[in-house]
Every structure is written in C-alpha cells, then in structure tokens.
C-alpha cells in the first residue's frame, strides 16, 4: 500500500470536511469511522523498517525503564546500606568514646585510689614509727626502772648479809676469845699430850 496515497485522502477527506458555524468556524465536522480507517490504512503502510525503528524505540524506551528501576532500587539500597554503615559508625564512634571516658575515668580512679593507698600507708608508718619509738623508749624506762630497783635490793641484801656476817664475826670472836681464856697450859715439848681418860661405863647401862 502506497503512504503517499493514504496521506493524500486523509488530506482530501480534511479540506472536504464540513465547518462549524461562528464561533468554531476553526473546526471542521469529520465522520469518525472513515478518519479511523484512513489511520488503520496509514498505519498498515507504514514501511517495515519504521515499524522495526518504532519497536527498538519502545524496546529502549522500555529497557530505559527497566535500567533506571534498576538503578533506582541500586541506588536505594546503597543509600539504605550507606545510612546503615554510617549508623553502625555512629554507635562505634560512640561506643568508642564511651569506652575511652571509661578508661579515662578508671585511669583516674586507680591513680587516686593509689595514692590514697601511699598516703594511709605513710600515715600507717609514721604511726608504726612513733608506736616503735614509744615502746623502746617505755621499755628503757622500764629497763632502767627495774635495772634500779634490783640494784636497790641487791643493796639492800648485800647490807643485811655484811650486817648478819658483822654479827656472826662477833660472835665468832666471842667465842674464839672464850675458848682462848679457858684453855690448859700447853704440855713442855718432847712429851706427848695427856690422852683422855676413858669414860666409865655406868653399871646401870649394862644388860643383865
């Protein structure tokens, strides 16, 4: 079919068409069945490759959709993926500095709590040194207490032993000085002493 002679008749059947009266004078009154069959007829003579030329455009236009979907759910679900890695970051970041302050704060705790433990532990042995200091100068005084007071009773009974020997000396020479009055004349030299007489035996002390 010739294009040509069916854009001619939709051309005839245009300028033949019927006006409008004033105001649509502009418009013309066209039977819609044969419009219609003079486009099925342009339609059907259209050339192959117009036809072929018309599907790749719907086949582009259509794999343009299908790629721009595409691209927008890839590019949703990167966005999705971004704000979930910069919302794991966040609470990372977060969870991090959290950490940090904790070990900030602990540092510091322990630093203190050590040197209140060196303080007490001076504190505990300035008291330990001055209790020390206390105990030896009290056990010296006690020392020196005792060492003082024995030496006293040692005094005491060095002095009642030299005053029990003092008299047990003059009693000694009491009697030494009474042996010596009473004694017997000493016999001449050469001649033995006199031997004691034997003591008699009393007869009463004999058995019968």
């Known amino acids: 079919m010739d294009i040509y002679k069916v854009?001619?008749?939709?051309?005839?059947?245009?300028?033949?068409?019927r006006r409008m009266p004033w105001p649509w004078q502009d418009c013309s009154v066209i039977r819609c069945?044969?419009?219609?069959?003079?486009?099925?007829?342009?339609?059907?003579?259209?050339p192959e490759e117009i036809k072929q030329a018309r599907w790749v455009a719907r086949e582009n236009q259509r794999i343009r959709d299908e790629a721009?979907?595409?691209a927008e759910k890839v590019e949703s679900t990167a966005q999705d993926r971004v704000r979930e890695m910069l919302r794991s970051a966040q609470e990372e970041a977060a969870r991090l500095v959290q950490e940090s302050e904790i070990v900030v704060r602990s540092r510091q705790e322990a630093q203190r709590l050590m040197a209140e433990a060196e303080d007490r532990a001076r504190a505990r042995e300035a008291?330990?040194?001055?209790?020390?200091r206390k105990v030896r100068e009290e056990a010296e005084?006690?020392?020196?207490?005792?060492?003082?007071?024995?030496?006293a009773w040692s005094l005491r009974v060095l002095n009642g032993m030299e005053g029990e020997l003092t008299r047990?000396?003059?009693i000694v020479q009491r009697g030494?000085?009474?042996?010596?009055?009473t004694a017997p004349a000493e016999p001449p030299r050469g001649?033995?002493?006199?031997?004691?007489?034997?003591?008699?035996?009393?007869?009463?002390g004999r058995s019968h």
Do not use: C, W, Y
């Not at 008291?127 to 020390?132: F, L, R, T």
């Not at 030494?176 to 009055?181: C, D, F, K, T």
């Not at 001649?191 to 009463?204: D, F, G, H, I």
């Open 7 to 17: 854009l001619e008749d939709l051309e005839k059947a245009i300028r033949e068409s």
């Open 33 to 46: 069945d044969n419009f219609l069959k003079l486009l099925e007829r342009s339609r059907e003579g259209l």
């Open 68 to 70: 721009m979907a595409r």
């Open 127 to 132: 008291e330990a040194a001055e209790a020390a």
């Open 141 to 151: 005084a006690f020392s020196q207490s005792t060492r003082r007071e024995v030496e």
């Open 168 to 170: 047990i000396l003059s």
């Open 176 to 181: 030494r000085e009474n042996l010596v009055g």
């Open 191 to 204: 001649t033995a002493p006199e031997a004691p007489s034997p003591l008699r035996e009393n007869p009463r």
